[in-house]
């Protein structure tokens, strides 16, 4: 796999209608891949402390070429992209690792079972289909979307459940929330083309390598491409 760092250029008109709208942005992104069987391609826009310009990172298993990208003219980047980074992932079993997420939490409503829709019942909207997407809009929610991810994806964030005096249950786990709101991706389509954007940032545990690979290969969550998914680790300092 490989990964670029863009910085882009905030003065630039199309860098900045890129960054209002992830559905512009991922088409940009795309147009340093061959129009053929680009690939797997996930996105972030991350925010550079050091810096007024933003950075999109982009992972992608196939080498993009930067200099395709026309769009905006020859200052959409405050700079030239450095060449993307070829990496491995040698993770092992119980290793801690920093995050960063920005994902799209949701849960299917008015889901029906296989054996239903083959019979062709009807769900409480009426339709046929496989249910719907709902963003999960409470922190506790989030949090055990994550859990559940991690689950299915290799690792686990450490940390426990614990009971408030309101007998409610209150996640106290190695995890920061940014809640970013709604983002509108500027496709129709996609719950009204929007989505409910979260950052997630803190610790994991390495409980099996070999999935946690292909769960960053993969991303995580829905919308991935409209800048949600990618997951970045890094090493655990002390």
């Known amino acids: 796999m490989f990964l670029s760092k863009l910085v882009l250029n905030s003065r630039n008109r199309q860098a900045r209608r890129d960054l209002a709208s992830p559905y512009e942005l991922h088409r940009t992104v795309?147009?340093?891949?061959?129009?053929?069987?680009?690939?797997?391609?996930?996105?972030?826009?991350?925010?550079?402390?050091?810096?007024?310009?933003?950075?999109?990172l982009v992972q992608s298993d196939?080498?993009?070429?930067?200099?395709?990208v026309k769009q905006g003219g020859s200052d959409y980047f405050v700079a030239p992209p450095e060449p993307p980074k070829e990496f491995e992932l040698p993770f092992t079993r119980g290793q801690r690792l920093r995050f960063r997420l920005r994902a799209n939490p949701t849960k299917k409503v008015g889901s029906?079972?296989?054996?239903?829709?083959?019979?062709g019942a009807q769900a409480r909207d009426g339709h046929t289909k496989n249910g719907r997407r709902v963003a999960l809009l409470r922190e506790e929610e989030q949090v055990a979307w994550l859990l559940h991810k991690g689950e299915e994806g290799g690792f686990r964030i450490p940390g426990e459940w614990m009971t408030g005096r309101?007998?409610?249950?209150?996640?106290n786990f190695r995890v920061v929330l940014v809640p970013e709101g709604w983002v509108q991706c500027g496709k129709e389509g996609h719950t009204d083309g929007r989505f409910f954007a979260v950052r997630f940032e803190g610790i994991l545990e390495v409980t099996d390598p070999a999935q946690l690979q292909k769960t960053v290969a993969d991303g995580i969550g829905p919308a991935k491409?409209?800048?949600?998914?990618?997951?970045?680790?890094?090493?655990?300092?002390?």
């Open 112 to 119: 029906l079972s296989k054996v239903d829709r083959l019979a």
């Open 62 to 68: 196939l080498r993009p070429q930067w200099g395709r």
């Open 225 to 238: 491409g409209f800048g949600f998914g990618l997951l970045s680790l890094a090493r655990a300092e002390g």
């Open 166 to 171: 309101d007998g409610r249950k209150m996640p």
């Open 30 to 56: 795309w147009s340093a891949f061959p129009d053929t069987e680009p690939g797997r391609i996930i996105f972030r826009v991350d925010a550079d402390r050091t810096s007024a310009h933003p950075v999109v």
